[in-house]
């Protein structure tokens, strides 16, 4: 079994939610009803979708030039956002999600599929130009956290999106920090970007998962060599909400890294309880109960499964 901060938080908020996106989904599966799922879980929100973009835009090309000793202009990162926002858009409202054949990675970097159009619900072109709007505001929000960009560009060298593994109380726990810095003596720098409207809430306890997979994960081929190892406590954890052009700057104390350890043992043994003893073959939607929120039903990208 594997545990993650997202996949638990979503068992939590409704547990046959979870079932069809971390258990039942498969993109190869023959049983129809199992592929449904997987292209099911592929759809976004376009407030989700946004956030992607900035993701994306950030992971694959400034992360990349930095990484190549150049600095990255503001210009040219609008640029290739404002390309892949359309790319993706195109994609997306033509619903070629469900043409035959199609897959991820046939598709490439212009993959999207909006929940909305799976629903036959319409997107207003209002919805496109206020997350065109958004993602613009992200980035020069980005280049005016100088301060921020300074501490990427110290970097000896920095990862963006890497799955990382690691045991715990018998089972896999994997995080994906949005950003890793390294540097030549001192402890990597975690970076959790957020395109939030109002970044109300806090994130301490993902980026604390973050900073105990970074420091317990196997060291992979591409990690540079550090001084010493560290322990997650040392680490300098940042969350950037990019709408609002802030930085939240987390602390964390041995006895937080404690608790989060055993916030993650809480997780596995709940979802090991949940699993019953059985394979996951052998799991059935009914096996897991619905959520009591109905706006957390109407909402799920999975109701054509559950509903029916």
Partial sequence: ?????????????????????????????????????????????????????VDAVLGEFVVAELNANRRPQLDETLTRAKALFDAQRDFAMRHKLREPE???????????AFVKIEYGEKLEDSE???ACVDVETAFRNLWKLEELRKRLRDGEYRIAQRNLLFDHCGAKVRAVPDLIVFFVKEPPLLVDWKVHTFGTRDYADQLATYAIAVTRVTPHNDFPSLPRRFQPHELELIEAQLLLGTTRRHLLQPEDVQATEEHIAEGICTLQLAHDGKSADELLPTDFPSAHNPQTCQNCVFRKLCWN
């Fill in 1 to 53: 079994m594997t545990w993650s901060f997202s996949e638990y938080r979503l068992f939590r908020k409704c547990p046959r939610q979870w079932f069809y996106k971390a258990i039942f989904a498969d993109a190869r599966a023959k049983d129809p009803p199992r592929h449904e799922a997987y292209l099911l879980s592929k759809l976004q929100t376009i407030h989700g979708w946004r956030g992607q973009i």
């Fill in 102 to 112: 199609m897959s991820v990675s046939k598709a490439g970097s212009a993959f999207a």
């Fill in 128 to 130: 496109f130009d206020q």
